[in-house]
């Protein structure tokens, strides 16, 4: 019989790690509960959550509460019959009455080496204070924010290049084996308490995250640059307009430019002069423009070396 499970999570990452527990015969996934539609992009038009598109591809039940409080909510829960639930990127906290419903209680799939990083964005967090290491960590839910003893975790390396999207990718790889693991493993796993002495939280990410300041060791500006890559990028001003910066590459030296300086300026690109070393972007978008490659850029705008980048205020 294969393992009943609900399945909580609303990001790309939740929504692969869905999928591939969906088309494994040893889970049946009963329901999915994820956000409700949201508005979003310029459009402003109602977005679905990236899972509630893949479950619906599937043709697995969704659920979209608005809130999981109230007895309402606890009764619909109570009624599926689970052997477990597993919350992967939901985006809530799960009320104690639904953690102790399933026989075998909750499992949480966690992109951070707990306990450091509990909380909204963990790889993003881990890059951004340039950690050498992540991990992949599976755990039993309590109803405190990601503090439950663990069950499995992998180690992941984070290189002094690696952007958000790649490091995602290989917790993901990670997240498809040690998931299944722990379900079917389950009662042969000895939980490991987390130290909670050692708790940090990765607050929710914003613009004001991805600000370059010009005084800043060029190594701080380029892990702002590698975490939000998929988001808001590394922020500077040029000529009254942001200056998002996507991919990059930097060159750590002592200089005399001066800083937010247009440097080694040639028909490909340039560089910018920062505390440290140089900043070369490489995929770039202008306020009102398009994301481009930095030849592109360069292409269809006249930039020299009077130029001079400003940081600016989110």
């Known amino acids: 019989m294969p393992l009943r499970i609900a399945y909580f999570g609303s990001s790309e990452f939740s929504a692969?790690?869905?999928?591939?527990?969906?088309?494994?015969?040893?889970?049946?996934?009963?329901?999915?509960?994820?956000?409700?539609?949201?508005?979003?992009?310029?459009?402003?038009?109602?977005?679905?959550?990236?899972?509630?598109?893949?479950?619906?591809?599937?043709?697995?039940?969704?659920?979209?509460?608005?809130?999981?409080?109230?007895?309402?909510?606890?009764?619909?829960?109570?009624?599926?019959?689970?052997?477990?639930?597993?919350?992967?990127?939901?985006?809530?906290?799960?009320?104690?009455?639904?953690?102790?419903?399933?026989?075998?209680?909750?499992?949480?799939?966690?992109?951070?080496?707990?306990?450091?990083?509990?909380?909204?964005?963990?790889?993003?967090?881990?890059?951004?204070?340039?950690?050498?290491?992540?991990?992949?960590?599976?755990?039993?839910?309590?109803?405190?924010?990601?503090?439950?003893?663990?069950l499995l975790r992998e180690q992941i390396p984070i290189g002094p290049e690696d952007g958000f999207l790649l490091l995602e990718s290989r917790l993901l790889d990670s997240c498809f084996r040690l998931l299944p693991q722990a379900l079917l493993n389950y009662s042969q796993i000895a939980p490991l308490a987390q130290d909670h002495a050692l708790a940090c939280y990765a607050e929710k990410i914003g613009i004001v995250d991805g600000c370059i300041v010009l005084q800043d060791d060029i190594k701080v500006s380029f892990a702002k640059i590698r975490a939000l890559e998929g988001l808001y990028g590394g922020i500077l001003q040029l000529d009254g307009k942001k200056f998002a910066i996507f991919k990059a590459r930097i060159e750590v030296e002592n200089h005399s430019f001066e800083l937010g300086s247009v440097v080694y300026l040639n028909r490909k690109g340039f560089g910018i002069a920062l505390a440290g070393g140089i900043l070369n972007p490489l995929e770039i978008q202008l306020e009102g423009k398009k994301r481009m490659h930095i030849s592109a850029f360069m292409a269809g705008n006249q930039i020299g070396s009077e130029h001079v980048f400003c940081e600016i205020q989110a």
Request: charged content about 20%.
């Open 16 to 150: 692969s790690v869905m999928e591939a527990l969906a088309r494994d015969s040893r889970f049946e996934i009963v329901i999915v509960i994820t956000q409700p539609d949201s508005v979003q992009g310029r459009k402003r038009e109602m977005t679905a959550p990236p899972v509630k598109k893949a479950a619906l591809r599937l043709g697995l039940a969704v659920w979209q509460p608005k809130s999981l409080k109230g007895p309402k909510a606890t009764e619909k829960f109570l009624g599926f019959g689970l052997d477990f639930g597993v919350v992967v990127a939901y985006g809530k906290i799960v009320p104690e009455a639904f953690l102790n419903h399933p026989v075998h209680g909750f499992l949480n799939g966690h992109a951070s080496d707990l306990p450091r990083w509990r909380g909204a964005a963990p790889i993003h967090r881990a890059i951004l204070n340039q950690d050498r290491f992540t991990a992949m960590t599976i755990m039993q839910m309590t109803p405190r924010l990601d503090d439950g003893p663990v």
